[in-house]
């Protein structure tokens, strides 16, 4: 195989990361809610 074929596949590869980057922070930040424990631990 040609030194090319490597080359070629790595750079699709940092487009495929690069777009996937991008489109991940226009992306909302999930927030996480608190849960509180119930006073009775019978419950």
Known sequence: MADNFL???R???ELKKQNYLRKLKH???IKHR???KPEDDAL
Do not use: W
């Open 11 to 13: 750079e699709e590869y």
């Open 7 to 9: 080359e070629k596949h």
């Open 34 to 36: 608190r849960l509180d």
């Open 27 to 29: 992306l909302p930040k």
